[in-house]
């Protein structure tokens, strides 16, 4: 989505004072728009791109002789972008020309930032220099209608979720190799080692408990643990859904001092889910991905 943005600030709406006659730009014509412009390729083809479709551009944004924004640079596997095509903030906007190019088409667009400027926040505009001319030499590549991307988008994931479903047994039964782990899965999948049997009230249903834990994928790889906060003890009450399935099946198996590992299939951890990153998109735990957790039972109230 980046991306996205990016290019979409790029190619804002501007607005072109008149300058008279004589063009400002050497070489471009001026639209009945208000959009100067000039072709080096343009085809006769009736498809062309409408609010709402995608287009995949290669496109290179220039100050003067210096480029500034190169799609190579950004996608360097083919050297394009894909955005949506938006309805025109202002008819002179990049959007009034880019609706009259067909695939395979190349052009240039001529902007002013200082019009541009008006359009976007204050905290887009930084980097832009004021009375300065922005060149946009853009070749129009793909055309696409939003259902086409949707369904390729929902066929990636389709596909994304049917490869980690595939793999999660695969996963389990390496790690219980490697490890070489003799105990047998519960009914409902979990693996309970015990490390350590616990002296104290077992836990149950409605008790207020503190644990400390490591969580770990079957590759070995921490992702989360009682060290990273400050080594103190997580405290939750068991049957309040605070905590992933697991871990109440768990606990209610251990008394207060008891140490133990638990394997967790997926639908006993985060499921088909994952946990979304909390910084940004994407997952910080994949779903269908089976977790280890070492547990220490602290207290129990």
Known sequence: MKIIKTIIL????????????????PGYEKSETGL?????????????????????????????????????KMNPKDGTVEYMMQKPLYPSSIESGLIKMSVGDSASFCLYT?????YLKPEETQGMKKG???????????????????????????????????????????YITANKITVKPDT?????????????????????????????????????GSDKHDGK??????????VIPGWDYALMKMSKGGKATIILPSEMGYGEQGFPDPYGGGYAIKPYTPLVFD????DVK
């Open 36 to 72: 100067w412009y000039k072709f080096y390729k343009q085809g006769s083809s009736d498809k062309k791109p409408q609010i709402g479709d995608y287009i995949r551009v290669k496109v290179v944004r220039r100050v003067k002789d210096s480029v500034v924004l190169d799609s190579r």
């Open 233 to 242: 003890p997580y405290e939750f009450t068991i049957g309040t859904q605070s």
């Open 132 to 174: 300065s001319i922005e060149i946009f030499d853009v070749k129009l590549v793909a055309i696409r209608s939003k259902e086409e991307v949707e369904a390729e988008r929902k066929k990636k994931f389709d596909e994304f979720m049917d490869n980690l479903k595939t793999q999660e047994p695969k996963l389990i039964a390496d």
């Open 114 to 118: 200082d019009s541009l400027a008006k």
């Open 10 to 25: 790029l190619t804002g709406t501007i607005f072109l004072a008149s300058c008279g006659s004589k063009s400002p730009f």
């Open 295 to 298: 547990l220490e039972l602290v």
């Open 188 to 224: 409902n999948g979990v693996y309970f080692i015990e490390k350590e049997k616990g002296k104290g009230p077992k836990a149950k249903n409605g008790d207020k408990v503190s644990v400390i834990y490591t969580g770990k994928y079957t590759d070995g790889t921490e992702f989360d």
